[in-house]
Antibody, heavy 120, light 107 residues
């Protein structure tokens, strides 16, 4: 079965960077895009961007351009999301998600989430 | 960016009720509309994709409709496990924006 297992919770200071990992199993890794979605406390989900492990094409939300980097390591079937210049309003649960199909970017499978807390 | 607006923001209903949640896009998104269910402390779960296609394993009491700018999620007969928050999301273009959510609770 499809599984996405994310790295553990992080506490960071303002201005620092955080790198969250997402290890995939149960499907052909290069065939499906991986998106990253975050959810601040008490808020709705927010889409951050997507990477295609097939060709490393990325598509970032403009809000995060210049601060976010998404990588897919096909040798270890692991996707990474790095967010820099952290601020207190970046405190959120960060999820990796897998596309429903090669033709559909709906988020069919979700990791368990990684809580990132930004605090001085 | 495409803005997604859900209504109502909250809804109280009883087990067995039929409920409908609406979602409106700020521009046409054809049928690139997804619905998710989220329970407290859990990741969202995909219910409906492409406006009306039921994701694998989702009970048939859930259905989706609409195209262009106006969409609906209907639960035909509410079950106790359906009380949750529901989000729509467009996957047509730009950042794949979500609606603000509809919280469904027990009357």
């Amino acid at each position: 079965q499809v599984q996405l297992v994310q790295s553990g919770a992080e506490v960071k200071k303002p201005g620092a960077s955080v790198k969250v990992s997402c290890k995939a199993s149960g499907y052909t890794f290069i065939s499906y895009g991986i998106s990253w979605v975050r959810q601040a406390p008490g808020q709705g989900p927010e889409w951050m961007g997507r990477i295609s492990p097939y060709n490393d094409n990325t598509n970032y939300a403009q809000k995060f351009q210049g601060r976010v980097t998404m990588i897919a390591d096909t040798s270890t079937r692991t996707a990474y999301m790095e967010l820099g210049s952290l601020r207190s309003d970046d405190t959120a649960v960060y999820y990796c998600t897998r596309d429903h199909s090669p033709d559909s970017t709906s988020s069919a499978f979700w990791g368990q989430g990684t809580l990132v807390t930004v605090s001085s | 960016d495409i803005e997604m607006t859900q209504s109502p923001s909250s809804l109280s209903a009883s087990v067995g009720d039929r409920v409908t949640i609406s979602c409106r896009a700020s521009q046409s998104i054809n049928s690139y509309l997804n619905w998710y269910q989220q329970k407290p402390g859990k990741a969202p779960k995909l219910l409906i994709y492409a406006a009306s296609s039921l994701f694998s394993g989702v009970p048939s009491r859930f259905s989706g409709g609409g195209s262009g700018t106006d969409f609906t999620l209907t639960i035909s007969s509410l079950q106790p496990e359906d009380f949750a928050t529901y989000y729509c999301q467009q996957s047509y273009s730009g950042p794949k924006t979500f609606g603000q959510g509809t919280k469904l609770d027990i009357k």
